[in-house]
T-cell receptor
Framework: IAGITQAPTSQILAAGRRMTLRCTQDMRHNAMYWYRQDLGLGLRLIHYSNTAGTTGKGEVPDGYSVSRANTDDFPLTLASAVPSQTSVYFC?????????????FGPGTRLTVL | GQNIDQPTEMTATEGAIVQINCTYQ??????LFWYQQHAGEAPTFLSYNVLDGLEEKGRFSSFLSRSKGYSYLLLKELQMKDSASYLCAVREGHYQLIWGAGTKLIIKP
């Protein structure tokens, strides 16, 4: 069982380019999340999905979009990247409604926008 | 507003005990989590508290006081591999977590 996988591991991107970060989980969790992590700041929620077919905005959604066509996949798209989107991006999933509803994280994507 | 405070950095000695504090002010409370994050890696789940009191799990324990908006993570018999950042997070509503900036713990021999 892989858990959660993310791709790519790292990427350097020119400003203005479009980029999709991929996230796949094999735990059949209904909820999925995208966070960014910047030095000195806590994890900040970008978008989330409580179940396949639904998405919601988090704390810092501007410049990002997501889709949730099925249970396993939750891609994050930067339509036109800007340098302030340089960050480490983590995807997470949880089995919401079950006990603690613990979130489990993927290995992350380190993105640099020049 | 929402606020979660943790010390930025702490230093402790191998074999000793360290307590990492977390205070929170949130509009709701539906559980508090502690995660460990080694440099360059993903956060991994350590503990969950929803009721007041102490939860013990091996060398790690976590305490919660909801009336004081306070939690701590206690690490005993420190090992070098415990050098990491420790993240406190509060679930306000049903799904979303509010995260502290994390405490970087440095273990010295």
């Amino acid at each position: 069982i892989a858990g959660i996988t993310q791709a790519p591991t790292s990427q350097i991107l020119a400003a203005g380019r479009r980029m999709t970060l991929r996230c796949t989980q094999d735990m059949r969790h209904n909820a999925m999340y995208w966070y960014r992590q910047d030095l000195g700041l806590g994890l900040r929620l970008i978008h989330y999905s409580n179940t396949a077919g639904t998405t919601g905005k988090g704390e810092v959604p501007d410049g990002y979009s997501v889709s949730r066509a099925n249970t396993d996949d939750f891609p994050l798209t930067l339509a036109s990247a800007v340098p302030s989107q340089t960050s480490v991006y983590f995807c997470a999933s949880s089995d919401s409604g079950q006990g603690a509803d613990t979130q489990y994280f993927g290995p992350g994507t380190r993105l640099t926008v020049l | 507003g929402q606020n979660i405070d943790q010390p930025t950095e702490m230093t402790a000695t191998e074999g000793a005990i360290v307590q990492i504090n977390c205070t929170y002010q949130t509009s709701g409370f539906n559980g508090l989590f502690w995660y460990q994050q080694h440099a360059g890696e993903a956060p991994t789940f350590l503990s969950y508290n929803v009721l007041d009191g102490l939860e013990e799990k091996g060398r790690f324990s976590s305490f919660l006081s909801r009336s004081k908006g306070y939690s701590y993570l206690l690490l005993k018999e420190l090992q070098m591999k415990d050098s990491a950042s420790y993240l406190c997070a509060v679930r306000e509503g049903h799904y979303q977590l509010i995260w502290g900036a994390g405490t970087k713990l440095i273990i010295k021999p």
